[in-house]
């Protein structure tokens, strides 16, 4: 079996790359299985490919060049490099993130034992200050183990040669600024009737990075999730995107409402991120556009 995995790389995080690279040099590979790691890379960090090798000394890898300094195009880069390629699984991953050593077999043994076309799994976060942890697990999604969902992220996400070779479906470019393009790319997957579910045994862990260890980012990442959604749900549902829009924004108000009568930290945490994201739905109708990805 023919499997790879692509991770993007960005001058943003070269400071965890050497992480990044030893965890992916510990990756642990079944009997059955071939792997190969795809860096995609902007030419201005090109010199870090002496440092890959270095790291990378038992895992066969590829460095592809992505000529615009764009999050989605640099994924199509890979899904068009797959196209013709004889491999028979492939994924994403991100590349602040450690990934743990049993993450592909436990993504093997997951798609043998489930009917699915793209799995998604986990992301946990080192923090030091503890109070940020109530943070990121309600910022996070909460599935259960093989539950089917409606996307994925790319941060950690692993799929059958059916989505590049099949679905004739690309990440947005237009999305660079917002974010989002993940959810929307697989959301369109999931409407073409690809089958998604969630594996809690494959997880990866996102570095600790001081600046996301602050209130303002976490509001500013979910006003973003709230303009992104209506820029994506405008895609999703075409003329009757107002209506859901206008749904889903009396839900986020209300479940807000609802969360403020059930005291408690984590509860005040969810309502402040769901009036936050409300928020951002509102400053789409604004035509609000980001100056950079939050």
């Not at 403020?260 to 739905?281: E, T």
Request: with cysteine; glycine share 4%.
């Amino acid at each position: 079996m023919n499997i790879q995995i692509c991770s993007l790389l960005s001058k943003k995080n070269l400071r965890f790359l050497n992480s990044h690279l030893k965890s992916l040099n510990r990756l642990k590979i079944p009997s059955n299985c071939k792997l190969k790691i795809i860096f995609v890379i902007n030419p201005k960090i090109y010199k870090i490919r002496n440092l890959i090798k270095n790291f990378l000394n038992n895992k066969d890898y590829l460095i592809i060049e992505s000529i615009k300094d764009n999050i989605p195009e640099s994924r199509n880069v890979f899904l068009k490099f797959l196209e013709n390629k004889n491999v028979q699984y492939a994924g994403f991953v991100d590349d602040d993130c450690l990934i743990d050593q049993n993450w592909l077999c436990n993504m093997i043994k997951f798609v043998n034992k489930n009917n699915c076309d793209i799995v998604g799994g986990p992301q946990y976060h080192k923090v030091k200050d503890n109070i940020f942890r109530n943070y990121y697990s309600v910022l996070e999604p909460t599935h259960n183990h093989g539950q089917i969902v409606r996307w994925v992220a790319t941060n950690n996400c692993f799929f059958s040669s059916k989505v590049f070779s099949k679905s004739k479906v690309f990440f947005d470019s237009k999305f660079a600024r917002v974010g989002g393009s993940d959810q929307l790319f697989f959301s369109k997957l999931s409407r073409k009737k690809f089958i998604i579910r969630w594996n809690k045994r494959s997880f990866i862990t996102e570095n600790f990075n001081p600046q996301r260890e602050k209130k303002k980012w976490f509001f500013k990442r979910n006003l973003r999730y709230g303009y992104s959604g209506n820029l994506i749900d405008k895609k999703n549902y075409g003329k009757i995107s107002l209506i859901i829009i206008f749904i889903k924004l009396f839900y986020l108000i209300i479940g807000a409402l609802f969360l403020v009568l059930i005291p408690s930290r984590k509860n005040y945490i969810k309502a402040s991120f769901l009036l936050l994201r409300a928020l951002g739905r509102l400053m789409g109708f604004l035509n609000y556009k980001p100056k950079k990805y939050i």
